[in-house]
T-cell receptor, first 111, second 117 residues
């Protein structure tokens, strides 16, 4: 079974500091890991992806790191802003493009 | 294009009734996905279409669930004889699938929240 796990249901960070969201996975067969962000009453929106052949991908304030030996990926947000407060899901893309999501981490960025 | 739309946004029904949800994807997108999300969990894959062909169904999709995409555009998800355990947010997503080295982004609709009493 191709599991994706986010073990921290919530995270609180001060504005301007770094937010680090973590995700663990089992089974090494994948092409992409993704991070999606979800605000209340809206569908998830794509944030950033990383290919299995890379160990880092950066897009502005967002950087995703992939540690294949530890089967772990993390999303870094620097600097964190109050508008970043949302639920963040990591996901892996399976055959056919279907996404397998983690349970989500609710990020709260306090002014 | 305003993105993926879903109707209705909310549905309350009594156990045993049938319900149908509609998803209108982004117009040029050839793939359409259905997911279900319950409280405290991430979305779970249900089924997906490439154009009008249903290519995969999850084991979560019991025989009470059926999905169609008759003309390769909008899709419907029907649940027959609803049960309280069907209460969830039903999310639709679409993507323009091309064979490429980059990720084919899925765009999600706002979801339909189903409550079965």
């Amino acid at each position: 079974d191709q599991q994706v796990k986010q073990n921290s249901p919530s995270l609180s960070v001060q504005e301007g500091r770094i937010s680090i969201l973590n995700c663990d996975y089992t089974n090494s067969m994948f092409d992409y890991f993704l991070w999606y962000k979800k605000y209340p009453a809206e569908g998830p929106t794509f944030l950033i992806s990383i290919s299995s052949i890379k160990d880092k991908n950066e897009d502005g304030r967002f950087t995703v790191f992939l540690n294949k030996s530890a089967k772990h990926l993390s999303l870094h947000i620097v600097p964190s802003q109050p508008g970043d407060s949302a639920v963040y899901f990591c996901a892996r893309e399976n055959q056919g493009g279907k996404l397998i999501f983690g349970q989500g981490t609710e990020l709260s960025v306090k002014p | 294009d305003t993105g993926v739309s879903q109707n209705p946004r909310h549905k309350i029904t009594k156990r045993g009734q049938n319900v149908t949800f509609r998803c209108d994807p982004i117009s040029e997108h050839n793939r359409l996905y259905w997911y279900r999300q319950t409280l405290g969990q991430g979305p779970e894959f249900l089924t997906y279409f490439q154009n009008e062909a249903q290519l995969e169904k999850s084991r979560l999709l019991s025989d009470r669930f059926s999905a169609e995409r008759p003309k390769g555009s909008f899709s419907t998800l029907e649940i027959q004889r609803t049960e309280q355990g069907d209460s969830a947010m039903y999310l639709c997503a679409s993507s323009l699938f091309v064979w490429t080295t980059s990720y084919n982004e899925q765009f999600f609709g706002p979801g339909t929240r189903l409550t079965v009493l």
